[in-house]
């Protein structure tokens, strides 16, 4: 059974950094791109995130672009965020989410995490 | 990029059909058949029922199904359950550095 695990969510004041991780199981990890997506109230759902198989290829929209790092280790089966200068509306819900049944390059999130949620708050 | 639209709930009663709309633009859903959407239901994480357009997941029942003209796709709830009663949200790849993958906003569907 595929599972994912999310950790590291906390409250964070407004400037500061957070890392939520991911431990995956149930499948060969190195296999797969991995994504981060988030979720709040307002805004619905915004992908975060995406990292190839084997971390060569690494993408971000203009949103957290220079603020985010995305990062796994396939080694010990792990897939981390690392959330730097951090801001009110970064407040979310953050999934880590497996993609799957990929075509030139587009993959989908067919599974998910429970999520992680990060507060960004004074 | 903006998100794409949804209604923000559609209604039926069991057994009947309902179809959610996802309305983009030419530079995300119109311009790509890479189309997927997902149930989510309170305090659980998405699942994917729909990807590539049409195409079901293992597991996912064929009362599920959506197409795609120009701009917009759709799903349809066939067969009603109560068990469907969830939210809906479409995705498009948006293919640019602004964003890769675009949501929608978000349907409710009720189960009258």
């Known amino acids: 059974e595929v599972q994912l695990v999310e950790s590291g969510g906390g409250l964070v004041k407004p400037g500061g950094s957070l890392i939520v991780s991911c431990a995956a199981s149930g499948f060969t990890f190195s296999s797969y791109s991995m994504h981060w997506v988030r979720q709040t109230p307002g805004k619905g759902l915004e992908w975060v995130s995406s990292?190839?198989?084997?971390?060569?290829?690494?993408y971000y929209p203009d949103s957290v672009k220079g603020r985010f790092t995305i990062s796994r280790d396939n080694a010990k089966n792990s897939l981390s965020l690392q959330m730097n200068s951090l801001r009110v509306d970064d407040t979310a819900v953050y999934y880590c989410?497996?993609?799957?049944?990929?075509?030139?390059?587009?993959?989908?999130?067919?599974?998910w995490g429970q999520g992680a949620l990060v507060t960004v708050s004074s | 990029q903006s998100a794409l639209t949804q209604p923000r709930s559609v209604s039926g009663s069991p057994g009947q059909s309902v179809t959610i709309s996802c309305t983009g633009a030419s530079s995300d859903l119109g311009g790509y058949d890479y189309v997927s959407w997902f149930q989510q239901h309170p305090g659980e994480a998405p699942r994917l029922v729909i990807f590539?357009?049409?195409k079901r997941p293992s597991g996912v029942p064929d009362r599920f199904s959506a197409s795609k003209s120009g701009n917009t796709a759709s799903l349809t709830i066939s067969g009603l359950q109560t068990e469907d009663e969830a939210d809906y949200y479409c995705?498009?790849?948006?293919?640019?550095?602004?964003?890769?993958?675009?949501f929608g906003t978000g349907t409710k569907v009720i189960v009258l």
């Open positions: 990292i190839s198989s084997r971390g060569r290829n690494i």
């Open positions: 995705c498009s790849y948006a293919g640019t550095y602004i964003s890769f993958y675009v």
């Open positions: 989410a497996r993609g799957s049944f990929c075509n030139n390059g587009v993959c989908y999130f067919d599974s």
């Open positions: 590539d357009v049409d």
